[in-house]
């Protein structure tokens, strides 16, 4: 069966930019015709979708992230990975990486911690 | 996009039954039936519940169940349990080949 994980520095310092892989393992791994997203949860609040990466190559981002926020493949590690430029505290969040299957996200990595400080 | 709006939180005792709105606009819910549902106990990922506004995923209980009217969709949980008592976030297509969730709703069980 499918897994995520999400992996990265827990910490990152302010203007800096935030880097995040997830491994899918398990399936056809990031080959499948799947989107691969981004989603993210600032402490104590709501859930918020950064972007997608289509298997082809194709991505779409939260408007009010676009400027700053690349999504990336890489089939043959099997993993896709987040970049999120010139970060503030507001970026301090639990990352998720999840999978849309039937256009819902039927599979979510565990999260991992990232914190804006210097 | 703006987030989809749910209320704050819902309470319910044992065995009855809640419903949980999620309110967009003619752009997102009101345009399509890609309406999903997510349960999120505490330091936990969220776990998908109801996708396609009503169908549910292999091994979710029919205590769970969606449904759509005009711009607003609606996740009812019968037959309360203890167990039910997480976050709940509605999610739904914008257009644009964007998505947006909803400010999330917190059930509590009495």
């Known amino acids: 069966q499918v897994q995520l994980q999400e992996s990265g520095p827990g910490l990152v310092k302010p203007s800096e930019t935030l880097s995040l892989t997830c491994t899918v393992s398990?399936?056809?791994?990031?080959?499948?015709?799947?989107?691969w997203n981004w989603i993210r949860q600032s402490p104590g609040k709501g859930l918020e979708w950064i972007g997608y990466?289509?298997?082809?190559?194709?991505?779409n981002y939260n408007y009010s992230l676009k400027s700053r926020v690349t999504i990336s493949g890489d089939t043959s590690k099997n993993e896709f990975s987040l970049r999120l430029n010139s970060v503030t505290a507001a970026d301090t969040a639990v990352y998720y990486c999840?999978?849309?299957?039937?256009?819902?996200?039927?599979?979510w990595g565990q999260g991992t911690m990232v914190s804006v400080s210097t | 996009q703006s987030a989809l709006t749910q209320p704050a939180s819902v309470s319910g005792s044992p065995g009855q039954s809640i419903t949980i709105s999620c309110t967009g606009t003619s752009s997102d819910v009101g345009d399509n039936n890609l309406v999903s549902w997510y349960q999120q106990h505490p330091g936990k990922a969220p776990k998908l519940m109801i996708y396609g506004v009503y169908k549910r995923p292999s091994g979710i209980s029919n205590r769970f169940s969606g449904s759509k009217s005009g711009n607003t969709a609606s996740l009812t949980i019968s037959g309360l349990q203890d167990e039910d008592e997480a976050d709940y976030y509605c999610y739904s297509y914008a257009g644009s080949f964007s998505w947006v969730f909803g400010g999330g709703t917190k059930v509590t069980v009495l």
């Open positions: 990466l289509f298997y082809g190559g194709s991505t």
């Open positions: 398990g399936g056809s791994g990031l080959s499948d015709s799947y989107y």
């Open positions: 999840a999978r849309t299957n039937n256009d819902a996200l039927d599979i």
